[in-house]
């Protein structure tokens, strides 16, 4: 079995070129240009072995795709497009070229759906296998999302359900399973795998949205993406902003067939606090809400209290900020 | 004792800020600007414990100034200034809090003396203390240095010693002791510590090089840093560039005192493979060269053969390339 030891630094890099934008790699550092008018937006986030991911439930492929989508999120909800990627790695010795290969693989394959392209990056030796990106951006000065710019009586929206990541990882590590039910919810259970393993960063979202915003206007939009979770999305929103939000229980929506897998109750809770959905979690003006109809769902609006309130008929509860601890 | 894991997440967030960018942390990620009618540079690197600091050579705030001066290094390696960096660190939930707040003041001391700012980072949880850096510059684009463009007839410079990293590890580690030596050795010795745990990114160097170049003139730079080794420098330009070079045995700046220490072969072994100096390796127009004298030292010429050689009054050798290796 071929492994990094075998193959060494200057191997590798030779290797893995063929995954990376032409020219970038061989300089002690690589050179972009931001285009004129724009602003650098500069994201990193590093994945760990054991914590982030594991052979049982991310193929290599899939831990590249989430480490770049997880990044490429970032960048979206900044309101960026994006510019390129470094990506430093930290490798046992005995990690096979097969396994980074595929790494490879899938980070430029969500590269090349999304936009960007790996710039440059570093090899070191390591006891876990640690993948650390740093992904770069541009936006127009107007068009940057903060999470503190959110005002009272705006609708907040989100890109999709939330949940499904949560609901993938437990199928992966058999704590729920769904062996003998009907055809649909197999197929669902599949999205549900696949939503943990290769989520899609919303920038077609953000490029939708400004083909609806006149050039030049500015609209004020306020955001973050859901990787910790929506609940946590929404407490930083609002605490950044020192806004208060209703949320609608009814109108949270959550992957089809999950609560009949799974119960209300549970998928009510991975919804909120299940986290790694890398959807968006955006405070926008009503009209401009209205306008993406089909593309984002209302599920509440700001007020000027200073909770962040679940509502339905029946009752109403605040909710608490839980989220992805990472210590 | 104070640990990361007491603190969680959003309170190290907290903690940390003192030492960001104001305003910078608190978003997806962080939007910063690059001066028009330049060009982006953008360089990773990753530090991990028991490969590249351990506590017994590295106390965290020379981890930290480490780190951020290898980027720096990096950046001033391409002929760029510096703009900012981001700081993704992986931890063991046993790390105490005492480390990391050195490690950050380590970084924002190299970063005050240097140019820059933390503008961005991520926390993860780890087996081992990882420092994942990336520092992003910006340059004129007739300014950019590279490796590929050495041609024959260039005069070889570097911007100090070599070997002075890889004695200061040696004493760091007991391999090499001064005990009982004068006190003039006893002071290099102390510098030599210095030069390993806390070495300076010689953008002064690139400074006071453009200072001396009319601006709008293109004047052809090639070059890298030394962080793999002197030699790994002088191949990897000749290599790249397509030149080869004669390098002057007796031209090479050594620490003071370290051949008296460790014996001639041991110094030049380690001036020539020992790493970590940070300093850097360039072909210059011997003009350019001369009229940097005292700032720079030259040590060679580049050819049209395709060797390095060392030469000097007795023998001539090749030089093997030999480097850090990173598996």
């Known amino acids: 079995v071929l492994t990094v030891a075998d193959i060494g630094e200057q191997g590798l890099i030779e290797r893995i070129k063929p995954f ?3 020219g970038s790699i061989g300089d002690d550092a690589a050179i972009l240009d931001v285009a004129p008018g724009h602003r650098l937006v500069v994201t990193s986030d590093m994945l760990i072995e054991t914590v982030h991911f594991s052979d049982r439930t ?3 492929f899939s831990v590249g795709w989430r480490a770049v989508a997880a990044n ?19 490798l046992p010795s005995s990690t096979r070229w097969a396994w980074l290969e595929d790494l490879y693989r899938g980070m430029a394959a969500c590269l090349r759906s999304h936009g960007g392209a790996i710039v440059g990056g570093d090899f070191s030796r390591a006891a876990q296998r640690t993948v650390a990106i ?3 951006g541009q936006l127009r000065p107007a068009e940057a999302i903060y999470r503190h710019t959110a005002t009272p009586g705006m609708s907040v929206v989100v890109t999709g359900p939330h949940g499904a990541s949560r609901a993938g990882l437990a199928l992966l590590q058999a704590e729920i399973e769904v062996n003998g039910a009907d055809e649909e919810t197999l197929a669902a259970a599949q999205t549900w795998i696949r939503a943990h393993q290769e989520p899609l960063p919303r920038l077609d979202v953000i490029a939708r949205m400004r083909s609806l915003i006149e050039p030049g206007s500015q609209v004020a939009i306020a955001g973050m993406d859901s990787s910790d979770g ?7 929103i609002a605490h950044s902003s020192q806004v208060g939000m209703d949320i609608v229980r009814s109108r949270l929506p959550l992957p089809p067939h999950l609560s009949a897998v799974v119960g209300p109750e549970q998928a009510l809770d991975w919804a909120l606090y299940g986290g790694e959905d890398f959807e968006l979690v955006l405070c926008l003006p009503t009209e401009l809400a209205n306008r993406l109809q089909g593309i984002v769902t209302v ?11 679940l509502v339905d008929a029946a009752e109403s509860r605040s909710l608490s900020h839980e989220s992805f601890r990472h210590f």
Chains 1, 2 share one sequence.
């Open 72 to 90: 490429l999120s970032d960048l979206a909800a900044m309101g960026a497009v994006p510019l390129g990627v470094t990506v430093a790695l930290g």
């Open 230 to 236: 929506l609940a946590n999305a929404l407490w930083q």
């Open 134 to 136: 740093t992904a770069l």
């Open 20 to 22: 990376c934008e032409a």
């Open 299 to 309: 599920i509440g609006t700001t007020n000027d209290s200073s909770s962040v309130e």
């Open 58 to 60: 991310t193929p290599p």
